[in-house]
């Protein structure tokens, strides 16, 4: 479970101090799935870099199972188990998918149980098991092997910032397959999706709305979709990335 | 040979013992052990110092290793190989240079190896320097690589220093007939106060012919590389040349792109990219649990692999 319990967070600039997160508290339960939405600049994938570590917040607390992880490194906190899919996941000259995989796992990882992560987002795994995770792949193949690392982690909490940006149509109904799969099998573990798609919303089991770095809306997707289809916090699939 | 040679043979050469085919081993500036195969011959340089080897038409699938460890201070050689490749042979060649210095005294090996690639031969050449040892004595290696390509031959050539090594200055020159094909791979890793040059004159000379030059490198410390890639395109031909780097801590790199276009229908490319790591690749290995070192050592392997 990851509570933020009133969570801020600013940064100074040349104009003076701006807030992107207000005074946040939103708790994940335990084997729920929950999706953050809302509009671009709202502060989404900033609340998610709070939560992995990557900014500390400028107030406020974070718990994981009841621990207080406010002031913990992304390395510490990568250990005590959360894991981070980027919006745009980073190459690297010469590392391969297998090395990438087995960073993830934290142990020695057989080739087969990589195949079953590859397989698992749609990869043929022969194919990809030893390519490089470097610019000759793909946005739509770098974004399924971000997932199948996230796999790999088999984490406490799962946190996956935009998951469909950047990918065609066909890997997005994919993803929607893996995170279906991931909602019935999580077990005293949680996903955070940062998502506009309708059909990510859709899966959640809360929906919260961020909106100029303040919660405006919680609830169950019954509840807050009504509210959001038809604006940008609710897109629907076919205006996703590259015309298939 | 000691235990300190035989580390070093295995740190240059992946030897554990006498190797199979054709082999050389050379140690402190004596041949310690050479074996000749029915198709490849290693004889000793009529002229100087160094070793003659001749590979009959139409060799395949053999191997040459001839391996030099240095471990005594202040010895300085230089020592010259010829190669000798009959058309259509198709042999591996292991080369390699250690050398351990544990005194005061510099430790040099200037090795000079000259290539004759008659037409159709295939070789591939993978070459390794190590230093290591704590005396304040240097190591120093500095190799010369001539390689002169007959129509349709293919030279794929992979040098390797990552360790140890304090001075080294490589020069490569190349000259291309119809069809010959060149390619090099380049990993180079300096640190403390290291100084590395590579430089590489390709003449490209013949129809059709190509070359394909590629330095992977890393600069930590206070260390310093100079990576100068010249090609000639004298004829119709494709090149390439490329020089990626990480610089690290206040290391410096210096990328000088040479291109000499002399026949219209010559097509020469070269990319040079020099940058710390990105902050994005340390932090998405962080988020796997790696520390912030961990992380740098992961990216710096997998960038010299």
Known sequence: MLELIHVSFDVQNEDGGKEIIRDVSL?????????????NGGGKSTLARLIAGIERPTAGTIRLNGEDITGLSITERAKKGISFAFQQP?????IQVLDLLRLAAGQKLTVGDACHYLSAVGLCARDYVNREV?????????????????????????????PEAGIDLWSFKNLIEVFENMRK????????IISHQERILKIADRIAVLKDGQ?????????????????????????????? | MDEIQKRLLREVADLHEVPEGAYNIRANGESVGRASTANIEILTRPEGSGLEIRVKPGTKHESVHIPVVLTQSGLKEVVYNDFYIGEDADVVIIAGCGIDNCGNQDAQHDGIHRFFLERGAHIKYVEKH???????????LNPGTEVYMKENSTAEMEMVQIKGVDDTSRTTVAKLDAGAKLVVRERLMTHGEQRALSTYVV????????????????????SYQ????????????????????????EGRILAVPGLEANNVDAALVHEAAIGKIAGEQIIKLMTLGLTEQEAEEQIINGFLK
Do not use: W
């Open chain 1, 27 to 39: 708790t994940i339960g335990d084997n729920q799935l929950v999706v953050i939405t809302g509009p």
């Open chain 1, 90 to 94: 980073v190459r690297f000259k010469g």
């Open chain 1, 134 to 162: 470097n610019a000759s792949l793909s946005g739509g193949e770098i974004k399924r092997i971000e997932i199948a690392t996230m796999l790999a982690r088999s984490s406490i909490l799962s946190v996956f910032d935009e």
């Open chain 1, 185 to 192: 099998t999580i077990e005293n573990s949680s996903i955070l």
């Open chain 1, 215 to 244: 919660l405006t809306m919680q609830g169950s997707p019954d509840e807050v979709l009504p509210t959001l289809v038809g604006t940008s916090s609710a897109v629907p699939e076919c205006k996703v990335g590259a015309p298939a």
């Open chain 2, 130 to 140: 190590y230093g290591s040892g704590d005396g304040k004595g240097k190591r120093i």
């Open chain 2, 203 to 222: 003449e490209l000379n013949g129809d059709g012919c190509s070359a394909d030059v590629v330095s992977r490198s890393v600069a930590r410390d206070h």
């Open chain 2, 226 to 249: 100079k990576f100068d890639a010249k090609l000639l395109g004298n004829a119709p031909c494709s090149g390439h040349t490329e020089c990626d780097s990480i610089i690290l801590d």
